[in-house]
């Protein structure tokens, strides 16, 4: 199987059924145990309805990997296409934005929201400077300045 | 008769307090936003709803929802502009509209089509904001009646029923709804303080703000999607100019062969809207169906059919007054747009159900008024405005994405001024993009998440008041009425999708 061959609607089934299975195994036995505390006396306690809504999700993760089984062999499946191009445009864009919000910890809002859109825009694919100058340069202090003096908010 | 006197007093109260200028303004703006977001290709009435309500937080309550309201509204129409320009529509809910409406657009009539829409999207939200002005508060009334164990049992048929609705598999649909009560469950216990699922992060002790999830798991996550395609977009072709005076009219005989189809449209948006979880990308493909068999010239339709823009404008701009009505009455949200403005609701410190008419009953007449203003506002600044927005359609996406990644992090910064809220809005929408391409539903993992503590909270407080017996949930008349609708509401839903797949089989 191959990116380009793309995934189909009985695979992503069993992939799917199988992944949230396995999450809703750990929820159950391990996260919600380490992470909500028992309460003595308690009833229905804190851990009820997570643990009723992860049972839940389990029973439909099985039916979801069997649906996905029984399919398998149907020559009109669905085609789940994952093209390239978009997985790459679109990691890139969080990236850009995790960078950027990592930024705003360190610097203000200005200067690193007109590179960062500058990238983007660059990473979007125009190819015309003047479009990419004037959209970086002039609305992150428009906003800035709508945020700041019109709602009364300050941005990092 | 005294509560219809008293009704129509509060009502009256509500338009003058809307058009006080300082309202006023808030309307006009939202109408203004919605249109320009509607008509740019990939962002949604509920992506604009999304990211101006970042610019309601420090406004009055009566201000922030109708300009939501306006924005949500304008923005269902706007997508119909970009439908007609340049045969790409703004929003699902316009995707019947491309057929008949670019095919008139390139015959010279794109300002026909354009006022064939406008005509019947206000109508159609016009007819739905008296539905919804004659129902909401009689339904409510009865709602107060609700125990906690029938309230967890609306829950349960309103979550199913958005389950089956939302996409082509119902245990997906089902799956997305758990995941966000289980998203809902985050922060605090309600009942004992006891910290749940914060992974010792302190700003999760008060649990997942809505709104970042929205941006996240909705605007952010559709802006991922969207931008796979942002290389490969082309410039549209211009389209031909009109020839002579009444191709830029809606004629008599338009108006002739369309009220039908307005009325009849109208009918079905609000039945849909109603319903949780159907909402107007599928309410304009039904009354573009019911127009087609019913119309006088079914031979046009796809080759620029007036009668065709009216079935399916009507129909989807019907859902936005009528989706009001589970909102205000249940506080079930009838759809995405819906689930937004409950986080708008929720911001101004207002809890949308049936106590908000006992709680704070002008602000939601204001919300009445201001419904029925904006579509008058509406039709008034399209038919002033139109020839400016085959500008922004073509506007270029490579330059309007960046924009919106921009306001997403300053929409959820804007919150509670945080960038630990940016973290987790990142987080939804690395979700919502993953769980999408996989054809999970996103909009029942949202609905899940609203009425995660509604759920929780009935659940808990009728099991403490039945001293732990599960039987309370079977109690009640009430109680059997919700289950019995839940088995028939799923029976047909997964009945008519094997007759489907039956029918698709023999073709």
Not at chain 1, 81 to 106: F, N, P, Q, W
């Amino acid at each position: 199987m191959s990116l380009k061959e793309g995934l189909k609607e009985s695979q992503v089934e069993r992939y799917a059924g199988g992944f949230f299975a396995l999450f809703s195994i750990a929820l159950y036995f391990f996260v919600i145990p380490w992470q909500i505390r028992r309460v003595a006396g308690a009833s229905p306690s804190p851990r009820s309805f997570p643990l009723a809504i992860t049972a839940t999700v389990f029973a439909l993760s099985a039916s979801l990997f069997v649906s996905g089984w029984h399919k398998r062999n149907r020559e009109d499946q669905k085609v789940y296409l994952l093209s390239a191009e978009e997985l790459k445009l679109a990691g890139a864009t969080l990236l850009v934005m995790g960078a950027y919000t990592a930024l705003l910890y360190a610097f203000s809002y200005v200067p690193v929201t007109i590179v960062v859109l500058a990238v983007l825009i660059r990473l979007y694919g125009q190819r015309t400077w003047w479009k990419l100058g004037v959209t970086a340069i002039v609305l992150p202090p428009l906003i800035f300045a709508a945020f700041t003096y019109l709602l009364k908010l300050r941005l990092p | 008769m005294l509560s219809i006197l008293s009704m129509l007093s509060m009502l009256a109260n509500g338009f003058l307090e809307v058009l006080m200028p300082g309202n006023f303004i808030y309307l006009a703006g939202g109408i203004v936003l919605g249109l320009v977001m509607g008509a740019i290709p990939g962002l949604t009435a509920t992506m604009a709803i999304a990211l101006i309500v970042p610019m309601t937080y420090y406004i009055t309550p009566t201000q922030s929802l109708i300009m939501l309201l306006a924005a949500y509204n304008a923005g269902t129409f706007g997508g119909s502009l970009s439908a007609i320009l340049i045969a790409t529509p703004g929003t699902p809910a316009a995707a019947a509209t491309v057929a008949d409406g670019f095919a008139l657009a390139k015959q010279g009539k794109a300002v026909k089509a354009i006022k064939c829409a406008l005509w019947a999207s206000c109508f159609g939200c016009l007819f739905s904001s008296v539905v919804l002005v004659l129902s909401a508060q009689p339904i409510a009334r009865y709602a107060l009646k609700f125990g906690p164990a029938e309230y967890t049992v609306l829950m349960v048929f309103s979550l199913t029923i958005i389950a089956s609705a939302a996409g082509r598999s119902m245990i997906k649909g089902l799956m997305g709804g758990c995941l966000g009560l289980l998203f809902g469950c985050v922060g605090m216990d309600a009942v004992y303080t006891t910290p749940r699922l914060t992974f010792g992060i302190l700003k999760l002790s008060s649990g997942i703000d809505l709104m970042v999830m929205l941006i996240g798991a909705l605007a952010f996550s559709e802006l991922l999607r969207q931008v796979g395609n942002v290389r490969g977009a082309k410039d549209k072709a211009l389209l031909p100019p009109a020839t002579c005076k009444e191709d830029n009219q809606f004629t008599r005989e338009d108006f002739r062969l369309s009220w039908k189809h307005w009325l009849r449209s109208s009918f079905i948006g609000c039945g849909i809207g109603a319903l949780p979880g159907l909402g107007p990308a599928l309410a304009c493909w039904v009354g573009y169906d019911a127009a087609k068999r019913s119309a006088r010239h079914p031979e046009l339709f796809g080759k620029g059919s007036v009668e065709g823009i009216a079935g399916s404008e009507a129909a989807n701009n019907a859902v936005c007054g009528a989706n009001m009505i589970p909102l205000l009455s249940l506080g079930v949200p009838g759809d995405t747009g819906a689930a937004v403005l409950i986080g708008a609701f929720l911001v101004q410190g207002l809890t949308p159900g049936p106590l908000i008419f006992a709680e704070s009953p002008q602000t939601v007449y204001n919300v009445y008024a201001g419904l029925i203003l904006c579509n008058i506002m509406l039709f008034i600044v399209v038919m002033l405005t139109y020839r400016l927005f085959a500008g922004i359609a073509r506007l270029e996406s490579t330059l309007i994405y960046p924009v919106v990644c921009v306001f997403c992090l300053v929409g959820v910064y804007a919150l509670n001024r945080s960038l630990t809220d940016v973290w987790l809005m990142l987080f939804f929408a690395v979700v919502g993009f993953v769980l999408s391409r996989l054809e999970f539903p996103i909009v029942t993992m949202l609905i899940g998440f609203i009425l995660s503590p509604i759920f929780e909270r009935n659940a808990r407080r009728a099991l403490q008041l039945s001293f732990g017996e599960y039987r309370v949930f079977f109690g009640s008349p009430l109680c059997w009425f919700f289950w019995a609708i839940t088995v028939i509401s799923v029976v047909t839903i997964v009945w008519g999708k094997r007759k489907n797949r039956n029918l698709q089989d023999g073709l």
